[in-house]
């Protein structure tokens, strides 16, 4: 999406200090970074890579530029390029990024193994829990989805158009389509025109009159969004960016914060616009929506008490036109992500967007009854959901009919609204949490990625996981009273259960499954990746680091030797024959000995390994110095070998 709203100034932007101030090559791209003008920081940060320049502020500040922009893509590689570098300080906070970036490109598999190194570094994180009780997210969704039918809409323009609301037979939405009147003043974040107020109306076959700018009084020279108005249409609440006479007004630190509006209708005019009494100079408040009875209004915000980047909050409406306390939604709904674009139907249900909860990439958008305590949060599911941003969406629950906004590919701006109807609702049903752990039987091992089947005594399948990396497992199951069976499986083990029951809709908990070992042991001699039938550890031209492709492999040996605890290996690693022979003989002894150091790492004995570098001594094929060989042939010889010797 737009950043200007999606991303939108929340607050607490996740930035990093600049140790490069006194390089005057990098002056201009950390003014660039540190004033939120992430256009120009990417285009000069890209130029000092050109040129040759490489660190770990640069590459984290076209990651984080690129990802605040939702250049997904673009954030990925560079975040990718960050993990290779030697002695990086990598906050948490990047790994969780990268995991999500991954997701745009739908690399799920890697974006879960990133996810896993997440949880290890913040298992207190709520993003991680969400993600240790839904590692089968994918399987959820999938079978939420095709529950829409969608088209892109008519009134899209080739800028970005979004956060659509009803107001009777109208649909008002916010866009950065130019009018062609005058010249547009252009927003530093993202070179992208002014947001202003477009109306249509909505015909009853679904045809969308032209769109029509909204009054003056509503569009200033500053950023105008995300309305919600009154059944009788003659209040709005709007955002906008924190203004005076009309321009921007900025904080200390020189950002527009954004700030709920209220405004009237009289005589078939606005007016009386106010401004609501808990924003703030300081803080930003935004994307407004009324409950049922207009008694109170949901926003997004990253006031104090905020989780994350943004987070939701209610404020009641008193009789007298005053308002309480914004109360914050709670953990339930919130995360240290961005929860954003709330909207709340005439069932009660709140539809927001997030990228802390569990999805397809980029901001989903989830629903939950907004009163019932043990009501899942659930994933909308696809094709509302994609693998970029969606967001910003409303429903009729009477016709089924309803709108959302999206950046994903093949629409005509850099977001678009598009309609649809839903065909099926959304399943509510009562759940408890079941949670548990699954054990080798023999070594007491905790098993990761075990699949798990929760099944009623009919023999119907109630729920579907995945243990984590600790072999720890959370998944839902029916709030009934009943006895269950639980039933793990997992590749080289034979299947394994038990039951558990329920008593009056308490979770469930400790709930431990053990698995009996089909592998058999590895003979001496034995190279474990042929064994257990993996990819070879392969390394790039010239490196010595462990990619990340390779590390999800290695895992397996990890596995392995843990299955086995008096098994020990020689670790032989190995070069392609291009280079001076001393020179790939050492190159080869660093690849062994990062190799050790990664196993040692995930918590095998140094006793059970031993290692070293044999060169271009043992090429596999013909590709010696006196060969024409390719790219990929070459690749074949720079190699990790896992050789059984115990």
């Not at 100034?9 to 201009?28: A, I, N, P, W, Y």
């Amino acid at each position: 999406m737009n950043i200007t709203l999606k991303h939108i100034v929340l607050g607490t932007l996740f930035t990093c200090s600049l140790v490069m101030g006194q390089d005057k090559k990098t002056k201009k791209a950390d003014t660039n970074f540190d004033n939120y003008a992430y256009a120009d920081a990417i285009d000069s940060y890209e130029n000092l890579v050109k040129k040759g320049y490489t660190s770990e502020e640069i590459y984290k500040n076209l990651g984080n530029a690129n990802y605040l922009n939702a250049n997904y893509e673009k954030a990925a590689d560079w975040y990718s390029k960050l993990f290779t570098l030697e002695n990086a300080t990598i906050d948490p906070e990047y790994i969780y990024r990268y995991a999500q970036t991954l997701k745009s490109l739908k690399k799920y598999e890697q974006s879960d193994f990133w996810m896993q190194k997440f949880e290890k570094e913040k298992t207190n994180d709520l993003r991680a829990q969400k993600f240790n009780e839904s590692t089968d997210y994918l399987l959820k969704i999938k079978e939420n989805s095709g529950r829409y039918t969608i088209k892109n809409s008519t009134l899209n323009s080739t800028a970005s158009d979004f956060a659509p609301s009803f107001r009777g037979e109208e649909l008002i939405f916010s866009t950065a389509r130019d009018t062609g009147i005058t010249t547009r003043a252009i927003h530093q974040w993202n070179k992208k025109s002014f947001l202003n107020l477009y109306s249509t109306t909505v015909s009853n076959d679904g045809t969308l009159d032209t769109p029509k700018k909204l009054s003056k009084i509503l569009n200033n020279k500053t950023h105008e969004s995300s309305t919600a108005f009154t059944k009788d249409g003659k209040t709005i609440y709007f955002t906008r960016n924190n203004s005076k006479n009309g321009n921007f007004s900025r904080d200390t630190k020189g950002i527009s914060r954004l700030k709920i509006y209220k405004a009237s209708l009289d005589n078939d005019e606005w007016a009386d616009i106010i401004e609501l009494p808990f924003n703030s100079d300081e803080y930003s408040v935004a994307h407004p929506t009324l409950s049922k009875d207009e008694k109170l209004l949901y926003f997004a915000s990253d006031m104090p008490g905020t989780l994350g980047a943004s987070d939701i909050f209610v404020v009641a409406i008193n009789d007298d036109g005053t308002y309480g306390s914004p109360k914050n939604l709670g953990p339930k709904i919130n995360t240290e992500s961005r929860e954003t674009f709330p909207y709340i139907t005439q069932n009660n249900i709140l539809y927001f967007a997030s990228d802390g909860h569990p999805g397809l990439g980029g901001l989903d958008i989830f629903a939950t009854p907004i009163n019932e305590e043990l009501a899942p949060i659930q994933n909308v599911g696809m094709p509302v959901n994609s693998e970029k941003d969606d967001f910003s969406f409303i429903i009729n629950e009477n016709t089924k009919v309803g709108y959302f906004a999206s950046n994903r590919s093949g629409g005509i701006g850099s977001d678009d609204i598009y309609s649809f109807r839903e065909n099926t609702p959304l399943d509510f049903t009562c759940h408890i949490k079941v949670a548990g752990i699954v054990k080798d039987k023999k070594t007491g091992a905790l098993l990761p990625n075990a699949n798990i089947v929760i099944l009623d005594k009919q023999g119907e399948t109630i729920a579907k996981t995945i243990s984590n990396s600790k072999g720890e497992f959370n998944t839902d199951g029916y709030c009934k009273n009943e006895t269950f069976k639980i039933i793990a499986s997992l590749h080289d083990y034979n299947d394994g259960d038990t039951t558990f029951t329920v008593v009056d809709a308490k979770n469930v908990s400790d709930v431990e499954i053990l698995l009996a070992s089909n592998i058999q042991e590895a003979s001496i001699g034995t190279d474990l990746a042929q064994s257990l039938n993996l990819e070879p550890i392969y390394f790039d031209f010239d490196k010595s680091f462990i990619r990340a492709h390779s590390k999800v492999v290695m895992e397996k040996v990890v596995a392995y030797m843990k299955q086995y605890p008096e098994a020990k290996i020689d670790v032989r690693s190995h070069t392609d024959a291009r280079g001076n022979d001393n020179y790939n003989l050492a190159l080869s002894d660093k690849r062994a000995k990062a190799t050790i150091k990664y196993l040692i790492s995930q918590g095998i004995d140094a006793s059970r390994i031993s290692g070293k570098g044999y060169g271009e001594k043992q090429l596999i094929n013909n590709c010696d110095n006196s060969s024409n060989c390719s790219q990929e042939q070459h690749q074949l010889n720079r190699r990790s070998e896992f050789i059984v010797i115990k």
